[in-house]
């Protein structure tokens, strides 16, 4: 009888945890900038991400990044969570994550950004990209990473890492940039003749024998299968738009340069109504600033620029509502309805940053983002 009665007093306070924590609230409605408490309550730690949608269930992948309380840098790497509403998402747990080995260039003290997923139909297999840099180089190694599994959450296999397109040409390069000789040493940097010169291909000439630079970016898959990687490149001038093979663990070598020395990044690219979207940023380091919209026709068309898609006050408008774009996701179920996924950056502790989550409008057949504090799915029509 005694030690029955001693067994329910300690229980009582782990069953009153229990059942605390088994009855979190269930998240309504998307609330942009503010905590977003997964199945467990706590924010969710996946930035700079993506979301592909297979079986019925999306499955958002993106930077894990280490709390204030967690040392262990070998806890780093890639984020899973699920969800089937795209509002209360379950932590799948590390998909991908740091090799605790020095031999290894994903070891600790790497950096992994802006991780995408895809499904390859024809291998069965779901392959992730990242941007890698190397411990120690701060962004100087502007690598891409790929990484491979069998199943969606995991765990994946790293392969390698590189920078593409080595000893290959773009495809929209004019035979005279190729023989241009002038270098950036040559030149005053940010003076005009070197804008010009970056426009006509100084960096991508440094970098033609060791591959092409890829720091942010996201990777599109059009409507025949075709992925296509999308980094920015020469110094963060210029994006690449670089065709993958057809199992999507390699490059082709077709690419092409996209709006030469505009200086964007996080590149985000979406498919309606018989054209291509992209929303990208300036480049300000973790700062927000004003996003850009660029179109086309082709996915290997001519991109242009065609303004600011934000739609709030002058002040919200320059910093793109306080994000970074990271991906246009589609919603399931619905036609044309798209979900605006950026990041509000929090880089005194990465964990923290924000998720900036804002239905796609539409406004002369280009889509616009306003500010919605609190909004849910029936936005989208
Ligand atoms: C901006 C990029 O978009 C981020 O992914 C990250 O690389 C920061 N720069 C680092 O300053």
């Given at each position: 009888?005694?030690?029955?009665?001693?067994?329910?007093?300690?229980?009582?306070?782990?069953?009153?945890?229990?059942?605390?924590?088994?009855?979190?609230?269930?998240?309504?409605?998307?609330?942009?900038?503010?905590?977003?408490?997964?199945?467990?309550?706590?924010?969710?730690?996946?930035?700079?991400?993506?979301?592909?949608?297979?079986?019925d269930?999306?499955?958002?992948?993106?930077?894990?990044?280490?709390?204030?309380?967690?040392?262990?840098?070998?806890?780093?790497?890639?984020?899973?969570?699920?969800?089937?509403?795209?509002?209360?998402?379950?932590?799948?747990?590390?998909?991908?994550?740091?090799?605790?080995?020095?031999?290894?260039?994903?070891n600790?003290?790497?950096?992994?950004?802006?991780?995408?997923?895809?499904?390859?139909?024809?291998?069965?297999?779901?392959?992730?990209?990242f941007?890698?840099?190397?411990?120690?180089?701060?962004?100087?190694?502007?690598?891409?990473?790929?990484?491979?599994?069998?199943?969606?959450?995991?765990p994946?296999?790293?392969?390698?890492?590189?920078?593409?397109?080595?000893?290959?040409?773009?495809?929209?390069?004019?035979?005279?940039?190729?023989?241009?000789?002038?270098?950036?040493?040559?030149?005053?940097?940010?003076?005009d003749?070197?804008?010009?010169?970056?426009?006509?291909?100084?960096?991508?000439?440094?970098?033609?024998?060791?591959?092409?630079?890829?720091?942010?970016?996201?990777?599109?898959?059009?409507?025949?299968?075709?992925?296509?990687?999308?980094?920015?490149?020469?110094?963060n001038?210029?994006?690449?738009?670089?065709?993958?093979?057809d199992?999507?663990?390699?490059?082709?070598?077709?690419?092409?340069?996209?709006?030469?020395?505009?200086?964007?990044?996080?590149?985000?690219?979406?498919?309606?109504?018989?054209?291509?979207?992209?929303?990208?940023?300036?480049?300000?380091?973790?700062?927000?600033?004003?996003?850009?919209?660029?179109?086309?026709?082709?996915?290997?068309?001519?991109?242009?620029?065609?303004?600011?898609p934000?739609?709030?006050?002058?002040?919200?408008?320059?910093?793109?509502?306080?994000?970074q774009?990271?991906?246009?996701?589609?919603?399931?179920?619905?036609?044309?309805?798209?979900?605006?996924?950026?990041?509000?950056?929090?880089?005194?502790?990465?964990?923290d940053?924000?998720?900036?989550?804002?239905?796609?409008?539409?406004?002369?057949?280009?889509?616009?983002?306003?500010?919605?504090?609190?909004?849910?799915?029936?936005?989208?029509?």
């Amino acid at each position: 009888m005694r030690n029955h009665n001693k067994r329910s007093i300690i229980s009582l306070p782990i069953l009153f945890f229990c059942i605390i924590a088994n009855c979190q609230d269930l998240n309504h409605s998307f609330k942009p900038g503010q905590i977003w408490p997964d199945t467990q309550g706590k924010h969710i730690n996946a930035h700079g991400g993506g979301i592909i949608y297979f079986n019925d269930t999306y499955y958002w992948f993106g930077e894990y990044r280490l709390t204030r309380l967690e040392k262990d840098k070998s806890r780093y790497g890639v984020s899973c969570y699920s969800s089937k509403d795209l509002l209360n998402w379950k932590n799948e747990g590390l998909a991908l994550k740091v090799i605790n080995d020095t031999a290894s260039i994903l070891n600790p003290g790497c950096v992994i950004e802006r991780p995408k997923v895809i499904y390859n139909k024809k291998t069965g297999k779901f392959v992730m990209w990242f941007h890698h840099e190397l411990k120690g180089q701060g962004y100087k190694a502007a690598l891409t990473g790929v990484a491979v599994s069998n199943n969606i959450t995991g765990p994946y296999k790293y392969i390698r890492s590189l920078r593409p397109n080595a000893g290959v040409w773009p495809l929209n390069f004019p035979e005279e940039y190729k023989k241009a000789t002038v270098k950036d040493s040559d030149l005053k940097n940010g003076s005009d003749e070197w804008k010009l010169a970056v426009r006509e291909g100084l960096f991508i000439r440094r970098d033609f024998e060791g591959g092409q630079m890829a720091r942010d970016m996201t990777i599109f898959v059009d409507k025949d299968g075709k992925a296509y990687h999308v980094h920015a490149a020469e110094e963060n001038m210029t994006l690449h738009f670089s065709e993958l093979t057809d199992d999507y663990l390699d490059f082709t070598g077709r690419y092409i340069r996209v709006l030469p020395g505009e200086s964007n990044e996080a590149p985000a690219i979406f498919f309606s109504k018989g054209r291509y979207f992209m929303f990208t940023s300036g480049t300000t380091g973790w700062k927000p600033n004003a996003a850009r919209l660029a179109v086309a026709n082709k996915i290997f068309g001519e991109w242009k620029s065609v303004g600011n898609p934000c739609r709030g006050t002058e002040d919200e408008n320059k910093i793109a509502f306080g994000s970074q774009s990271t991906q246009i996701l589609p919603v399931n179920g619905k036609k044309n309805a798209f979900i605006y996924m950026g990041d509000r950056w929090i880089p005194e502790n990465l964990a923290d940053s924000r998720h900036i989550w804002l239905p796609v409008e539409w406004e002369n057949g280009n889509p616009v983002i306003k500010w919605y504090p609190n909004w849910n799915l029936s936005k989208l029509k």
